[in-house]
C-alpha cells in the first residue's frame, strides 16, 4: 500500500495550486502555515476518496 500512498501524494502535490508552491516557500510563517494547511487537507481528501472507492470499504 505504501507505493499507491506515495503516488497519490505525488499526483496531490502535482495538481497544488501555484499559490501553495509558492506560499510554502515564504519566510512567513503564518503563510506558509496557510499552505501546509491546504496541502494537508488535499492530501486527507485524495486518501479518503481513494479508501472510499477499495471494493469492499463501506461509505460512511
Do not use: K
Not at 502535490?13 to 509558492?22: D, E, K, S
Not at 486527507?44 to 477499495?54: I, P, T, V
Request: no cysteine; proline share 3%; aromatic share 2%.
Amino acid at each position: 500500500m505504501n507505493g499507491a500512498i506515495n503516488q497519490l501524494v505525488l499526483s496531490v502535490l502535482a495538481r497544488a495550486p501555484q499559490w501553495v508552491r509558492q506560499d510554502l516557500l515564504s519566510a512567513d510563517t503564518i503563510v506558509r502555515a496557510r499552505a501546509e494547511e491546504t496541502l494537508a487537507a488535499m492530501i486527507s481528501s485524495a486518501l479518503d476518496d481513494s479508501e472510499a472507492e477499495e471494493p469492499g470499504s463501506e461509505a460512511a
